[in-house]
């Protein structure tokens, strides 16, 4: 498919419209390239008087702008569902390594690239819904998409984005060949236990590294997602640049959906306080660069958005503050809060 592209006045905007270039204001992201104008993205473009103007695609040789239907996280979250029941069954096949099952990795892996092209409602759902009880299948499905939609702002190309769509699919293909018993065992895993955990990596890479004409990029993402910058990850301890660009967003990727499935190691207090654990991580463990293109999208998306404080109350999101990210600025019904100002108050969930 052809894109072009046209500028219109802001006033010309109409909600479904998909933006062709990042909308920045003083430096920061307001609105991310590539996602669908929503109601409350057009409202914070028309209280910005400095914005006047925002490119937005065409389909083709047509005139009129390109628009999404954008789907409720409902329905999005049925076709994560879907995507996870398909990928069990895909997993079961691959382990034979028959070519035409390989195909439908690349078949399933573009499948995701077309279905969660609209950003904001796939970071929503994960937010909502995380990975739920299926920890390998739909985990393995949120990771695909968010690195997929990752791989698209740090300015992959098509070749590259289809490759780490392959590596986030099959990320954690090894962890079929683990004991159930360590899978799902609730309690915190003995040395032992944890010392065959970490070999998930290795036996997922050993495994697609023999898959025919498959670029090599895709199994050292898949061997490297649980290396560190600082070469505190594993199996190799490998640190910085002798990390594949793969494995440091499917890393990123990981984590956030972690984070939102309370399955990370500490307790997270809401979705703000799942943004600041990436972006403590970013100082030693992640790819700097890359967690901070991750966040200045990210929080995009929470303007607007209805959220509930611990104390029961409900707000909008106005503004959230990147080197401050669990104080956004509020609005309620009785005005302004910052929550700079507040020291016990914290936004607990967004809410529909």
Not at 19 to 42: C, M, P, R, W, Y
Not at 60 to 80: A, C, H, M, Q, R
Not at 228 to 251: E, M, Q, T, V, W
């Amino acid at each position: 498919m052809l894109w072009k592209k046209k500028l219109l006045q802001v006033s010309e905007l109409k909600p479904g419209m998909i933006l062709a270039n990042d909308v920045v204001f003083e430096n920061k992201v307001l609105l991310g390239k590539d996602i669908a104008i929503t109601e409350s993205s057009l409202t914070q473009l028309k209280r910005n008087y400095m914005i006047d103007k925002v490119e937005v695609y065409l389909e083709g040789d047509s005139i009129e702008p390109l628009t999404f239907k954008t789907k409720t996280v409902e329905e999005v979250e049925n076709t994560f569902n879907e995507f996870s029941s398909n990928l069990e069954d895909i997993f079961d096949k691959i382990s034979h390594l028959k070519v035409s099952e390989i195909d439908e990795i690349r078949t399933f892996s573009k499948k995701i690239q077309e279905e969660f092209n609209s950003t904001g409602i796939v970071i929503r759902n994960i937010i909502f819904y995380g990975s739920g009880k299926n920890n390998i299948y739909r985990h393995s499905v949120n990771v695909a998409a968010i690195s997929f939609i990752l791989g698209k702002w740090v300015g992959l190309n098509e070749r590259e984005i289809n490759l780490l769509t392959y590596s986030a699919v099959l990320h954690d293909f090894g962890k079929m060949k683990l004991d159930k018993k360590i899978l799902l065992k609730k309690t915190k895993l003995t040395s032992t236990e944890y010392e065959i955990f970490k070999t998930h990596p290795v036996i997922g890479y050993n495994f697609v590294k023999e898959i025919p004409y498959l670029d090599s990029s895709v199994s050292r993402g898949i061997l490297m997602h649980h290396e560190r910058i600082d070469g505190s990850g594993y199996p190799l301890g490998i640190k910085g640049d002798k990390i594949h660009k793969f494995a440091k967003i499917i890393a990123i990727a990981d984590l956030f959906d972690r984070v939102n499935s309370n399955t990370y190691s500490k307790k997270i207090n809401g979705p703000f306080d799942a943004l600041k654990v990436i972006q403590e991580e970013s100082f030693q463990k992640f790819d700097h660069a890359y967690c901070s293109m991750f966040l200045n999208h990210v929080i995009t998306y929470f303007m607007g958005e209805n959220v509930m404080l611990n104390n029961k109350h409900s707000f909008k999101v106005i503004q959230v503050h990147i080197n401050d990210l669990t104080k956004p600025l509020l609005l309620g019904e009785n005005g302004f809060l910052d929550l700079k100002k507040e020291k016990d108050l914290y936004v607990t969930k967004l809410i529909t």
